[in-house]
């Protein structure tokens, strides 16, 4: 019909002939990788580690309120950050948004703030709020972190010396 010519001749197909599974590949049902099942596969001898939970939860609180909140928290401690690979105001409330589970409130050119509660703060009262503020600077950052108590506020200056290097 097409061409005119006589079909063209069919290639013989040699049936495919399976491999011999090691021993012992099918004796662990869940076994899917091929592994014999005495030997552990790689991921059953190292469980991947749980993701690190963030420090805070958001104080999902808007200018005002961060003015409003920063004099009554007692306790001010104030570092600075140096050689930091955190350079941009983005990268800095990137990473205390994802990193330590704080609140980016505002930014205004280099100044940053940020709020956050404590994960076992019975309320979200303004009393439990840990606030941050981050001067993003060329050589270094600067920070201010006000809590209720001293040992807090140290503790995120600590905190948040690893996450800005």
């Known amino acids: 019909m097409f061409g005119g010519g006589a079909p063209a001749p069919v290639a013989q197909v040699q049936p495919a002939v399976a491999a011999k599974p090691a021993p012992g590949v099918f004796d662990d049902p869940f076994?899917?990788?091929?592994?014999?099942?005495s030997s552990p596969s790689p991921a059953a001898a190292a469980p991947a580690p749980a993701p690190a939970a963030k420090p805070f939860r958001p104080a999902v609180i808007k200018t005002e309120q961060y003015?409003?909140?920063?004099?009554?928290?007692?306790?001010?401690?104030?570092?600075?950050?140096?050689?930091?690979?955190?350079?941009?105001?983005?990268?800095?409330?990137?990473?205390?948004?994802?990193?330590?589970?704080?609140?980016?409130?505002?930014?205004?050119?280099?100044?940053?703030?940020?709020?956050?509660?404590?994960?076992?703060?019975?309320?979200n009262a303004p009393a439990n709020y840990v606030l941050v503020h981050g001067k993003v600077l060329p050589t270094h950052i600067d920070l201010i972190v006000k809590a209720a108590a001293r040992d807090v506020a140290q503790n995120?200056?600590?905190q948040l010396a690893v996450v800005l290097k």
């Open 67 to 123: 003015g409003a909140a920063w004099q009554p928290l007692g306790q001010e401690v104030k570092s600075s950050v140096r050689s930091s690979s955190c350079t941009s105001s983005a990268d800095f409330m990137a990473r205390m948004q994802s990193q330590m589970g704080l609140h980016p409130v505002q930014t205004i050119g280099v100044e940053n703030i940020c709020a956050g509660l404590p994960p076992n703060a019975a309320s």
């Open 31 to 37: 076994n899917f990788g091929g592994a014999p099942a």
């Open 156 to 158: 995120v200056a600590k």
